[in-house]
Every structure is written in C-alpha cells, then in structure tokens.
C-alpha cells in the first residue's frame, strides 16, 4: 500500500484501545505539497516555513522521472498542535527542533539510493537534538530510534582549509570582497549548478561564450582573469566548499548577501539577452514555440549535475537579520535521510540541563467526556504531549501514572482540553509557568471551534526566527513594456534590445 504523508500518520495516531485525535489535531491541517523531481540533477527544495530538502542527482530510483513526492513540514509548536503531533518517545517528553515527512506520492514507487539533506530552521541550537523516526507504538504515534545529529567530517574541512589557502585565499575570502567575490553561500549563488561550478574552477575560461553568468562575473570583477586549477578534483573542490561554509556559518557576514548570478544586471547587452531568453523560455513552457536562438549556450540551470551540495552533518548557522535590522544568525540542524516517513529533530527533556524533575498534575472541574484529550504545551521548547490517567484514576499527568514529569523551570506553558461529542465541540485551556509541583485545574465545556483556532494562535505566536525566501528580480535600468503585457510583447521587446547590441546601436 502507498502511502500519504497524510495517511501515514494516520495509521500511526489511530488508537487501538484510546480514542483517535480529535479533526482539530489531524494531519490534514498541514498543507501538503507534491512536488516533482528531475531524478538527474541535484534539487533543492524550499518549504514555506523554511524547510530545505536537497535531493543529489541519482539519489532517487524511480520507474518515472520526474518522480512525484509528498512532503510535509511541522516547525511551529502551532503545526504541531494541528497536527496532533505530540512529542514523545517510550512515554519521555522529547522538545522538538521541527518535524517532516518525506514519501512517494500516490502510486509512485521511489526508493533512496543516496541521503537526501534536510535543513531544519530553528530559534536556537541545543547539542542534545537527535533525529528521530515517526513508528506506531501501542496505537500512538512515537518517535523512535535517535540517531546523533554530529559534525561535519574534520578531516575533509582539514583538506578543504589547505586547499583554499594554498589556491584561492590570494584572490577570495568566504565573507569579504577581494580581487574575486566573497565565496560563502557561492552554491547558492551559482542555483545550486554543481557542473558549472567544478568547471569554474577546473577550467573557468571554457565558458565564456557560453554562459551569461560567467561574463556577467567577469565584467563586475574588472574582467579580471580567474587562474585555473585543472588538477584539482570534485573530492578537494567539495572539501574547499565546505570550509567555506564552515568559515560562514560562525562568521559576521561584511557585505549584504548577494542574488544569484542567474538574475544579476551586469552591462546592459548581457542583461537584455538574459530577458529575452527567459521570456522565450516561458513562451515555450506555454507551447509557443519561438525561432531564433537569442543567447546561444545560455545556462540558467544544467542536467550534468552529480554532487550533493550541502555538505556534512551538523548545527548550521547562516548569517542574517533579526527584527530589528541586528545581525544574526538563522540556524539550522542538517540531517542525513536514507528512507521515507515521518521524521522528527528532538532532544529528551530529561536530558536537558535546564530541566527538573516536576510534579504536575491536572484536575478536571467536571466529569470527562469519553472523547476528551488533555494536551501540555511549552511553546518556548515545542513540547506537546498527550496526558493520561494518574493513579488516582482522577487526575492528569504526562509521564508513567504518577505525576513526575521532567520540564524547564519558569517557562510559559499550557494544558488543553479537547473533545467532540456528537455536534458538539468542548474545549478548555489552562496557563501556567512551570514549577516544581503544580496542582492545575482545566475547565472543559461547550465551546465554538474558533475559539480554539484564537487559542492555538496565540500559543503559537512566538515562532523564533523564521527563515524567508525572497525572489529577487533584476529590473535595472532599462525601460518595460507596459504593465500586462504579454509574454510575446515581452519577449519581442527583449530581442529587440539584443538585436541592438549586435549592431553597435544603444540600447533603450
């Protein structure tokens, strides 16, 4: 049976002997996205919420190409509460760094030949977060088997730092302009193009002519010459990129971060030939086919793509602003997968430094309909965790039948009633802060839903840093057609423009 990222939660949340989750905490309030993958090139996906999933050329088997995935992203204390995705693992409260779901979509079938690379966003880093995988446990879901999210290997950092001293620091630093651009976030600079940049630095020379890029770069740096190293290997290459990132994940960033080199204005001719290529391009992709070849051998993107681009395992930090305009850094945990499923970056409470041993324990202020679920939540760690019975057969807690529970001290928090009965809806909700013994009341009683929703967002508002992608566009000087234009009056003025430089005459 294929799965949905959707369905595949389900089977592990249905309940055998409980009651199943309420439609208020099921997976399908996350949005899902299905997504189509050229399994020859590298790919590199980005999720509304910040998710980064890259998938290396080859990684994926598939009787189709493109293959057809489902994924989902939980990264908010929010998400998780509508999803219903507590945070447990053999009854121990886990805080979470964010959760996902990577899966065939329906009637797909893909199997992981090589990992794929997740990018986790997160507000801050703890040491102690381990990757866990989502399993049915008991009709619950679970998160299980932890496997240590590490380092990245030091002795290719070791090479990658030799290398880049030895051949490229005279010219280029990871986070400062020299004679060459600053070479932190260069992948991402270069559309993720790993071909492109192994023969930049193999053989830079045998671009131009070729690729708009190249010649855009050459003209902003003084068409000054790049030396050559045909003798270095895509093994050093990809150790000399990831001390470059290493260098620029705990380095203060001296420049604004540059656009892609795929959409940046160089000399006037260069750029209205990227414009009508790309406007040709979108011509084509709507089944208009158009004659002339504007900008031979541009490339935007191309298929010879063999390396995974994000390197290592370990805690990234990549530099950026916070509200208020200060620099900082937007961190990362990046894991490795090798199978689908649900997966979940997490660290168990009573593992954390800052945690105690508490006793909570929560009283209802009137009988409990057979369909309620009590809920904690600490929005500052994302715990979300499923209570129980007590001992006393009365009373709620959230570890074993006593009230034990090992929590962070002086921290905001909440316990959540809910229930549906028949038409009904009840709901209830207790704050508190976190102490060593706390004797709680909940109140649970007919309510609207969207209260509930009011609830569930205000909990959910403090969200950390969250990671944004913002297209950028190349507009420069140059006059347009006038607003909604077709893409063929587009396209035409463009060529125009190209057609211009051709002759020596001056451009609009």
């Known amino acids: 049976?294929?799965?949905?990222?959707?369905?595949?939660?389900?089977?592990?949340?249905?309940?055998?002997?409980?009651?199943?989750?309420?439609?208020?905490?099921?997976?399908?309030?996350?949005?899902?996205?299905?997504v189509e993958i050229n399994t020859t090139r590298d790919t590199v996906l980005v999720l509304p919420e910040g998710l980064r999933i890259t998938i290396p050329a080859g990684a994926l088997a598939s009787k189709n190409n493109p293959a057809k995935l489902e994924l989902l992203e939980?990264?908010?204390?929010?998400?998780?509460?509508?999803?219903?995705?507590?945070?447990?693992?053999?009854g121990h409260l886990l805080s979470s760094g964010g959760m996902f779901c990577i899966l065939p979509a329906k009637g797909?079938?893909?199997?992981?030949k090589k990992p794929l690379t997740v990018e986790v966003p997160a507000s801050k880093i703890s040491d102690g977060m381990q990757l866990y995988q989502g399993v049915g446990i008991n009709g619950q879901t679970d998160w299980r088997y932890p496997e240590p999210i590490v380092d990245s290997d030091k002795t290719s950092l070791a090479i990658g730092k030799l290398l880049f001293r030895q051949n490229c620091a005279s010219c280029h630093d990871p986070l400062k302009r020299g004679t060459g651009p600053a070479l932190y976030n260069v992948m991402e600079r270069w559309d993720h193009d790993t071909a492109t940049v192994y023969t930049i630095i193999n053989d830079g020379n045998s671009l131009f002519g070729k690729d708009m890029r190249w010649e855009c770069l050459f003209t902003e740096y003084n068409k000054t010459a790049m030396?050559?190293?045909?003798?270095?290997?895509?093994?050093?290459?990809?150790?000399?990129?990831?001390?470059?990132?290493?260098?620029?994940?705990?380095?203060?960033v001296q420049e604004p971060q540059q656009q892609s080199y795929a959409t940046q204005v160089c000399d006037p001719c260069t750029f209205a030939r990227m414009?009508?290529?790309?406007?040709?391009k979108k011509l084509k992709k709507n089944g208009v086919d158009v004659d002339g070849n504007d900008n031979e051998g541009f490339v935007t993107r191309t298929d010879l793509r063999t390396a995974d681009t994000v390197y290592g395992y370990g805690k990234i930090s990549i530099a950026g602003q916070d509200q208020t305009g200060q620099e900082q850094k937007a961190k990362y945990y990046t894991v490795k997968i090798n199978n689908f499923g649900w997966k979940n970056v997490d660290e168990e409470t009573r593992s954390i430094a800052a945690t105690r041993a508490c006793k909570l324990s929560v009283a209802l202020t009137q009988p409990a309909d057979p369909s309620l679920h009590i809920f904690l939540v600490i929005p500052d760690d994302r715990i979300f965790s499923l209570g129980g019975l007590l001992v006393d057969g009365k009373s709620y807690g959230f570890y074993g039948t006593d009230s034990l529970v090992y929590l962070p001290i002086n921290k905001s928090a909440y316990v959540l009633g809910i229930a549906e009965a028949g038409n009904k809806f009840l709901f209830g909700m207790t704050p508190f802060t976190t102490q060593l013994q706390l004797d709680l009341k909940l109140d649970v009683k007919e309510s609207d839903p969207k209260v509930y929703e009011e609830a569930i967002a205000r909990i959910g508002a403090d969200k950390g840093l969250s990671t944004t992608v913002n297209k950028i566009t190349a507009d420069g000087d140059?006059?347009?057609?006038?607003?909604?234009?077709s893409l063929e009056e587009k396209y035409a003025y463009w060529k125009q423009q190209a057609a211009k430089c051709k002759t020596g005459e001056k451009i609009d």
């Not at 049976?1 to 939660?9: A, F, G, N, T, V």
């Not at 908010?76 to 053999?90: F, K, P, S, V, W």
């Not at 414009?275 to 040709?280: G, I, N, P, V």
């Open 1 to 34: 049976m294929k799965l949905s990222c959707y369905l595949s939660l389900g089977l592990l949340a249905v309940a055998s002997c409980k009651a199943p989750l309420n439609r208020v905490t099921r997976a399908e309030n996350l949005p899902l996205h299905e």
């Open 74 to 90: 939980a990264l908010t204390i929010e998400d998780m509460i509508r999803a219903g995705l507590t945070t447990t693992t053999n």
């Open 108 to 112: 797909e079938e893909i199997s992981i």
């Open 227 to 252: 030396t050559v190293f045909p003798a270095l290997s895509k093994y050093e290459i990809n150790s000399i990129l990831e001390y470059i990132e290493f260098v620029g994940r705990d380095g203060k």
């Open 275 to 280: 414009q009508a290529t790309k406007f040709k």
């Open 478 to 485: 140059f006059p347009k057609p006038a607003p909604g234009a």
